[in-house]
Structure formats: structure tokens, C-alpha cells
């Protein structure tokens, strides 16, 4: 219980960093942050443009008083508004935020359904050529930048075999299978790189698990092979394989940047890309901020359910 | 660290080594080596095919592919070995800092720099390229900022485990201030993590370098960057996608040899991954190369249910082959209880695992010796002979185990029932519901007061007492012919221990002669009280065997009295006068190192009759009357 509100109380700290380095983004820069956020494209703003602007902002307040507008307009969900259409950011993240997390989530589900069996044969036939061929195809996985699989991903199965297309998005409601076919791509491209992570923690965990007395118990009852691998190993080893899997989930969160803008998906990271190159502030710091939220609160959940899992962290 | 760059060293981490200090190499060389200018262009050859004068052909612009690649190494490497220097060295001092003063120091550098935790790591880099514009400069600023923390991190540790011991004491002692101290003695022996920090660095460096430039966020054209190469010539796949297929390989081939040595690194400065194991491969191929299986003598008389004759089994180990079992010869009858004693390493627990085939894979091997067992149908088959599918069939059928510990020999994610329902099934055709009934019945019989309940639950819902009570349920279910109870009471508490061996009386006596057990134990107590027959082993030998009477009586070698002499005897313990309460008698010495080379008798060394004779010629189980075998020389005099 402790250690629950004590790792609470930490991420909400964590938060609270959050925000206001953000808030202190635009002011820790050298210059005038509204002549900064005309200034796009290296042409000089007119004078009034900034004058303006600063108004606008409030950016003529003494800074205390900006910053605690900044955080009474967090709390009321209020990101600021996109320079290029004028549009409440909040709107457009929440509009894509599920797209992202949908990919990520099909990208975990493909990388367990590659990574676990192939992970488990690996360990079953230890220091053989099958466990040498396996495990060096994930060394060199864990090595292939995310947009070069989805690019070599894009330029076979999209240019040459013409079996999906390159990239796009149909909204499930539409045409759920022209949504996952959409889905496909992109996930597996995540998936590449995230199966190689599986394959070295599902071939640890059952390395660890084969030495477990209740395997050899399972083998002294008379147990296929088959059937002690799959009921007393695998079912073992699968509990520590998803905890750190969800562990990666927080990591994946900026790793989705470079798919979405490959397959053209239209996630928040996109949104993102798009902001940057535009050098739309407010848009910029509205996602960065929903994203670091979901890091800090996904790692929360999963330094919890670890503790739930293993009695043992609770009380350390 | 000293010792880790020897020859050997070198030699592991060869090819990964030569193949980062090529591509180092062709980007010091890149003005030589390239043809051409990398900027170039020649709009007129655009996406020229490859030919004498460009030997990759030419990208979108006509800029010469090789040269762009050349040139490429260099912006990659040296953002990644500039910004990993960065984050090294401010990352390495605070750490340090944070980790020798602790307190309000560790707050201000390691909590500081934890704050880059918060963000991921590609959208912080996004935000700073925002704020900053693209370009080289904010690139090595960016990736510098981003693994500061990792540094800080690896240093601290090490510096926590590293700051008590003695060599850094001493520093101290002789009154050095803290910068020598923590640059002096500290530094240079954190070496090796912080070199595996730098390589993983510079590996995850020129990952978000080109993930950057190939956003078009990154490095700033017209400089060649790997990255921006794939995002230049993505958009003429169509028409050229060797130009999309070069940079890919030199970014792949670049990071996988990075990571390659940085695993190499890992491996030799942690001891826990050892690297050993081609000693361990090596041995077993030399044991392989042993096995020989020499015919068994004569037949097995009717009354014998497992006839086991020099069974010889090695364990291989990176640094020696263990003789675990060397030259075991027993028999075990029709209903007879035969106790294995010995200490822990003496080679009674392996003998049973050999018997069932259960030893650790791979490591363990029976290289000869012959095992028979008499079947429930009346045939003899000869384990040793059989391959996994046949053995499976014996396992549990014919021979059951139960073993030490309840706890960790039951399944904790299956409930009880499970597992039982599961060795039923495993040799009975059985639907789910009879097998249900006939647990609950076994159950009921090993004196489960609720067995019903006892199904559904857990094994960590049990006491240790009923899980053990389970587990003999469950060896019992297919009645086998045979019991090998390894060390069945050691983990539980004595009056539990007590009803445990009641139990395995009481079903042995309920059908006599159905059931043989052999219990293997290095308590005499269970022993004098379970045994028909004991056999004491030493080094993975037979040293006496004798029926349980005789043997507490009147051993017939010095191991087995030095074990008798070191039990606690019950007429002392109600005696009062001082002789009664002398010192237990222990045996000096330990158990030898049987991965080693033996002349004479091993048990020679830690003997008190010990002669010349008994260190040169290996002695002979030799039978010395009443059915009685003993391995030693002086037996008579005994």
C-alpha cells in the first residue's frame, strides 16, 4: 500500500516536471518567443504580426501570472489553438490518439504471437543450430531501424508485389477490413524489431523456467515433451514476458513517429511531424505533453502490476 | 579489466572489432576514398545507372551514390561519437558525484537528469529540433541531452557497489581528497560498464540520428546522411531501388557491428554470462565419445524388480566432466524398501535421475552400465536401451518419483487437481470426469481431510505437509512398481516428516509386494525407519551394503561409521552424565571434487585407517558375507 501511493505520488511529480518544462520551452530559448514562432521559414515577421502575437498570448504578463494561466488552462483540457487552422489542439489529438495506440497495440499483440513460440523453441533446443540461427536473426532485428523495415516493408509487399497498399488509413467504421489491411503494414513493421525483444526474454524466462523442479515433476509423471514445454514452461515463462513487454509499451510511444509518417498513418506522431515542420508551437507542446502523460501513467501501471505480480517489490 | 584483453579476448571479439574499426576508417578516409564530390550533381545522369565512373549509379539529383555513402559514415559516426562523448562525460561526473556524496548531491545531478526519463526519447528530440531548428549542431545536442541519463545512471551504480571496497579505503586511508579518490580508485575500475554504455550509445545514436535526418528533421541537405539518403530516394523506389537498398545496408551493417561488439564487451565484463561454454561443449563431446554399454551378466532372478549394474553417469560441466555416478551396482526386490545415504554430492540423487532418464539436459549422460526393470506385465526391459517415447511409457507407469521440496516440484499456475488428473491421463485412457473421481479418491487416500477441496486449489494454498501428501497422490495414481523417493521429507518440519514416512509405511503395507520404494536420504533417523536394506554411497560409489540391522550394528567401513558416529543417539540424549554428552563426532574434510582425476580409495583422504595401500589401487566392492558388500581394504578390522 505504501509503496502504491509512494510510486503515485512519484508520477505525479513526474508530471508536474512535465508541464512546466514545457511551459519553460518556449522561454528558455534565446529571443523573443513570439517573434520565435513567427519566424518559420527564416523570413523576419513584421513588427505588428509579433505585437500582436504577443498579446495574444499574454506573452506581455509577467511570467508567474503566464505560468499560472498556463496550468489553469491544463486543467480545464485546454491546449491552445493550432497557428495553422485555428483549431483547439485538444480536439485533433483526441481525434488520433486511439489511431496511435490501436497500432501499438497490434504491433505488441504481432510481436508476442512471433516472438513467444520462436523464443521458447530457441530455448528448448539450446546451443543448437536452431537456437543460433534464431537468436542471430534477432540480434540483427534489434539492429534494423524502424523506418528501414517499413520502408523495405513498403518497397516489397507495396511497389513490387503490389499486395498492400503503401500506406493510408480507413476508419473502422467504414470498412473494418480495409482497416486492417491498412493496419497491417505498419504493425508489423513495429513488430520486427519488438518480436526480437519478446524472442530474448521468452528464450531467458524459459531457459529459467526448464531448470524449475515441476518440469522435471511434469517429466516423471510420463508428459510428452510437447505437452511439458506448453503447460509447464511456456504458461510459466509467459507471466514475466508480458510484464516486460508492457514495459517497452512506454517506449514504443515515440517510436510510432517513424512508421506513422512511412505508412502515412494519421496517429498523434504524425500530427506531431507535421507540427515541427510547420514549427506550430502550440500543436507541438499540446502532444508532446498528452504523450509524456500517457509515458509517465503506462510506466506507473506497470511498475504496479509488477508489484502485484511479485510481492516481493511491494515491500523493498 | 587487465585480464579481459588478453588473446582470447581479441579473438572473441574479432570480427565485430575489425568490422567497426573498417567503417571508422572509411570515414576518416572519406576525401580519399570517395570518387566524387558528394554534393555534386549532375541533374542530366539522375538516377544514372551504375557504371565504371559510379559504381553505385547516381540518386535523384545525379550526386554519385558511393561517394554519398562514403560521406555518409563520416556525419553519422561523428554525430554519434561526438554527442556519446558529451553525454559520457557529463553523465559519467554526475553520476560519480551523485554516488560518492549521496544526499542533497544525488538529488541535484541524478534526479536533474532523470527528468529526461519523463519524455520519450524521440518526441523530446522533436521538441528541441522545434525549438532549435534543424541541423547538425542541434542533432549532437539533442542525442548528447537524451543519453546523459544513461551514463549517470551505469556510474552511479557501479559507484555504489564500488565505494566500500577496500582499494578505495585505502585511498582514503592515506588521505587522499575526493577528486583523487573518485577519479583514481573509482574511475578506472568502472571501466568496463561505462565502455558497454558508450558502445550501446553510440549504437542508439546513429539510430535516431538517421530516424531524424530521415524525417527530414535531422541533419540538413545537402550533406549526405544515411538517413536522408533512404527519405531522398524513397520516392523513386519505383524506378532505382538500389538507391534505397545501399544507405539501408550501410545503416544496418554499421549498427549491427556496433552492437555485436558491444555484446562481446558486455560478456567480458560481466562474470555472470561467463562465455565458457565452449569448455562446456568440448567436454561433452568428449563424453559422448566414452559411452560404452557392456552387456549385462546372467538374467535377473524373478523376485528382482530393478536390477541396476555398473551404471556409470557424468555431468559436464565448462570446466570438468563430474563422475556423478561411477560404477553402481544394486538390486532392489518384490515389496523392499532400500535406502541410498550418502552426503550431499555423494551421487544418490543422480543414480534415481539416471534411472528415469531424468537427468539435466544436456549436461548429463549415462555413459554405461546396464538398468533392468521388471514391468507390471512380467517382461524385463533394460531402460538404457529405450528412447524418450519409450520411456515415457515407464515413467510414472512403471517407476514414480517424488522429490524434496513440495513447493517447487508442484506447478504453482495449475491446480492441484490439474496436475494429478494430468499423470493419470498421461498413461490411462481416461475421460475428465473419471480422472477427477480417481484423484479425489487418491487424495482421500494419502489422508487429505477435505480431498474435494483439495482439487481446486493451488499448490501455494497447501500447507507443506499436504503438498507433499499430493504429490505422492500423484505418483501414486498409475501404481507403479517402483517409488523413488528422493529426500521426500528433508524440507518439511519433523512431526510433519513423521506422518509422511507413517504414510509411505501404511501404503506399502496395505498391498505387500505391489510396491517397492527406493529412498534416497541423508538422514539416518529416516533410514533406521524406512529401510530394508541400505546402500552408502561416497563420490558417486557404492562404500557398504548391508541390511538395516547389521549395518547400524556393525558397519563394515569408516564412512558409514564416521556417519553413524556423527548422528545424535537417543540412550545419550536421556543420559546426564558428562561421557554421554561429549561432541557429536563429525568427519574431517569434505566431499571430493569428482570432476577431478582419483588414484585410490576416495574416501582415503579424510580416513583414519587410511594406508598406503588405500591410495594406490581404486578398491573393490568386495562381498564380504551375510549378503554384505563393503569398498574397504581394512574391512575386517572393523
Known amino acids: 500500500m505504501n509503496y ?56 506581455n504578463d509577467p511570467l508567474w501570472k503566464q505560468y499560472i494561466d498556463h ?15 485555428d483549431h483547439p489542439v485538444v480536439e485533433e489529438v483526441v481525434r488520433r490518439l486511439p489511431r496511435t495506440l490501436e497500432l501499438i497495440l497490434a504491433a505488441a499483440v504481432l510481436a508476442l504471437a512471433i516472438g513467444l513460440p520462436l523464443g521458447a523453441l530457441a530455448a528448448v533446443r539450446r546451443g543448437r543450430a536452431t537456437d543460433r540461427i534464431l537468436s542471430g536473426f534477432a540480434s540483427f532485428n534489434l539492429s534494423v531501424p524502424v523506418f528501414v523495415t517499413g520502408t523495405i516493408l513498403v518497397l516489397v509487399f507495396a511497389q513490387k508485389l503490389r499486395w498492400v497498399p503503401a500506406g493510408g488509413y480507413t476508419p473502422l467504421a467504414t470498412d473494418p477490413l480495409q482497416h486492417l489491411v491498412f493496419l497491417l503494414m505498419p504493425a508489423f513493421a513495429i513488430s520486427v524489431g519488438l518480436a526480437a525483444v519478446v524472442f530474448r526474454m521468452a528464450r531467458a524466462a524459459v531457459l529459467d523456467t526448464l531448470e524449475r523442479d515441476w518440469v522435471r515433476t511434469a517429466r516423471a509423471k510420463g508428459l510428452s515433451p510437447r505437452r511439458v514445454v506448453v503447460r509447464h514452461v511456456v504458461r510459466n515463462a509467459l507471466t514475466p514476458v508480458v510484464t516486460v513487454l508492457g514495459l517497452h509499451m512506454g517506449s514504443l510511444l515515440g517510436g510510432t513517429v517513424l512508421v506513422e509518417y512511412v505508412f502515412n498513418w494519421p496517429g498523434v506522431s504524425s500530427l506531431l511531424v507535421r507540427a515541427v515542420e510547420q514549427r506550430d508551437y502550440p500543436e507541438v507542446l499540446g502532444v508532446v505533453l498528452v504523450v509524456s502523460f500517457l509515458f509517465i501513467l503506462l510506466n506507473l501501471v506497470v511498475d504496479l502490476l509488477y508489484a502485484l505480480l511479485d510481492p516481493r517489490v511491494r515491500h523493498a | ?45 539522375r538516377l544514372g545507372t551504375p557504371n565504371w565512373l559510379h559504381p553505385l549509379g547516381q540518386d535523384e539529383y545525379g ?81 548528447s541531452i537524451l543519453f546523459i541519463p544513461g551514463f549517470a545512471r551505469v556510474t552511479y551504480g557501479e559507484v555504489l557497489s564500488t565505494k566500500n571496497q577496500e582499494y578505495v579505503e585505502a585511498t582514503r586511508a592515506l588521505g587522499a581528497g575526493s577528486a583523487r579518490i573518485l577519479f583514481g580508485a573509482i574511475l578506472p575500475n568502472i571501466v568496463g560498464p561505462i565502455l558497454v554504455q558508450f558502445s550501446l550509445t553510440v549504437a542508439s545514436a546513429i539510430v535516431l540520428e538517421s530516424g531524424l535526418s530521415f524525417l527530414g528533421l535531422g541533419v540538413v541537405p545537402p550533406a549526405p546522411s544515411w538517413g536522408l539518403m533512404i527519405r531522398g530516394a524513397r520516392g523513386y523506389m519505383e524506378q532505382a531501388p538500389m538507391g534505397l537498398l545501399w544507405p539501408c545496408l550501410a545503416l544496418v551493417l554499421t549498427i549491427w557491428s556496433i552492437n555485436q561488439l558491444c555484446d562481446s564487451f558486455r560478456d567480458a565484463v560481466d562474470p555472470r554470462s561467463g562465455g565458457s561454454t565452449r569448455g562446456f561443449w568440448t567436454n561433452l563431446r568428449a563424453v559422448l565419445g566414452m559411452s560404452s554399454r557392456a552387456a549385462p ?3 535377473v532372478a524373478p523376485e528382482v524388480v530393478l536390477a541396476v549394474e555398473g551404471l556409470k553417469t557424468r555431468i559436464v560441466t565448462p570446466t570438468g566432466v563430474v563422475r556423478a555416478v561411477d560404477d553402481v551396482s544394486f538390486q532392489v526386490r ?20 539416471s534411472i528415469m532418464g531424468l537427468l539435466p539436459q544436456p549436461a548429463g549422460r549415462v555413459i554405461g552400465g546396464s538398468v533392468r526393470l521388471a514391468t507390471k506385465d512380467g517382461r524385463i526391459v533394460e531402460l538404457t536401451d529405450l528412447d524418450e517415447p519409450a520411456l515415457r511409457k515407464i515413467r510414472g507407469e512403471q517407476v514414480a518419483m517424488i522429490f524434496q521440496e513440495p513447493m517447487t516440484s508442484l506447478n504453482p499456475v495449475h491446480k492441484v487437481g490439474t496436475q494429478i488428473v494430468e499423470a493419470i491421463q498421461a498413461h490411462r485412457a481416461m475421460d475428465n470426469a473419471a480422472a477427477q473421481a480417481r484423484a479425489k479418491a ?27 501428501r499430493a504429490m505422492i497422490a500423484m505418483a501414486l495414481s498409475c501404481e507403479p512398481k517402483l517409488l523413488i523417493a528422493d529426500e521426500p521429507t528433508t524440507a518439511l518440519d519433523v512431526t510433519i516428516q513423521a506422518q509422511i514416512l507413517e504414510l509411505l509405511r501404511a501404503l506399502q503395507r496395505e498391498h505387500p509386494g505391489s510396491m517397492s520404494v527406493m529412498f534416497v536420504t541423508h538422514n539416518l533417523g529416516v533410514v533406521a525407519e524406512m529401510a530394508d536394506r541400505v546402500l552408502v554411497m561416497y563420490a558417486g560409489q557404492i562404500v557398504e551394503e548391508a541390511d538395516v540391522a547389521t549395518i547400524f550394528a556393525r558397519p563394515r567401513h569408516p564412512y558409514t561409521r564416521g556417519l553413524l558416529d556423527s548422528v545424535p543417539k ?40 587410511a594406508l598406503d595401500a588405500c591410495r594406490q589401487g581404486d578398491p573393490p566392492l568386495v562381498d564380504v558375507g551375510g549378503g554384505r558388500r563393503s569398498r574397504c581394504l581394512r574391512w575386517s578390522e572393523l
Not at chain 2, 87 to 108: N, W
Request: proline share 6%; hydrophobic share 50%; with cysteine.
Open chain 1, 4 to 59: 502504491l501511493i509512494r510510486r503515485c505520488l512519484i508520477s505525479l511529480g513526474l508530471i508536474y516536471v512535465v508541464t512546466t518544462l514545457l511551459f519553460l520551452a518556449l522561454h528558455i530559448v534565446p529571443g523573443d518567443p513570439a517573434e520565435l514562432l513567427l519566424s518559420g521559414g527564416g523570413v523576419a515577421p513584421a513588427p505588428e504580426t509579433v505585437a500582436e502575437l504577443r498579446d495574444r498570448l499574454g506573452l
Open chain 1, 71 to 85: 496550468l489553469v488552462r491544463l486543467a480545464h483540457g485546454d491546449l491552445g489553438t493550432s497557428f495553422q487552422d
Open chain 2, 1 to 45: 579489466m587487465t585480464s579481459a584483453f588478453d588473446l582470447a579476448f581479441l579473438r572473441r571479439i574479432g570480427w565485430p572489432l575489425a568490422a567497426v574499426c573498417l567503417i571508422l576508417l572509411v570515414a576518416v578516409l572519406a576525401p580519399l576514398l570517395a570518387p566524387h564530390d558528394p554534393i555534386r550533381m549532375d541533374v542530366v545522369n
Open chain 2, 63 to 143: 550526386r554519385d551514390i558511393l561517394s554519398r555513402l562514403v560521406y555518409g559514415a563520416r556525419v553519422s559516426l561523428s554525430v554519434a561519437l561526438l554527442s556519446a562523448t558529451i553525454a559520457a562525460c557529463i553523465g559519467i561526473v554526475a553520476g560519480l558525484i551523485g554516488g560518492y556524496f549521496g544526499g542533497v548531491s544525488e538529488l541535484l545531478t541524478l534526479r536533474v537528469v532523470d527528468i529526461v526519463l519523463c519524455f520519450p526519447p524521440m518526441l523530446l528530440a522533436l521538441l528541441v529540433v522545434t525549438m532549435l531548428g534543424p541541423g547538425m549542431e542541434t542533432l549532437t545536442l539533442v542525442l
Open chain 2, 297 to 299: 551378466s546372467g538374467a
Open chain 2, 334 to 353: 518384490r515389496g523392499e524398501t532400500v535406502a541410498v545415504v550418502g552426503e550431499s554430492g555423494s551421487g544418490k540423487s543422480m543414480t534415481g535421475l
Open chain 2, 442 to 468: 487418491l487424495l482421500e487416500h494419502v489422508g487429505i481431510p477435505d480431498p474435494a477441496r483439495c482439487l481446486g486449489e493451488f499448490p501455494h494454498q497447501l500447507s507443506g505437509g499436504m503438498r507433499q
Open chain 2, 570 to 609: 537417543p540412550s545419550h540424549a536421556a543420559d546426564t552424565d558428562a561421557s554421554a554428552r561429549r561432541r557429536l563426532a563429525t568427519i574431517p574434510g569434505t566431499v571430493p571434487n569428482l570432476a577431478l582425476d582419483r588414484v585410490g580409495c576416495a574416501f582415503a583422504p579424510r580416513c583414519a585407517m
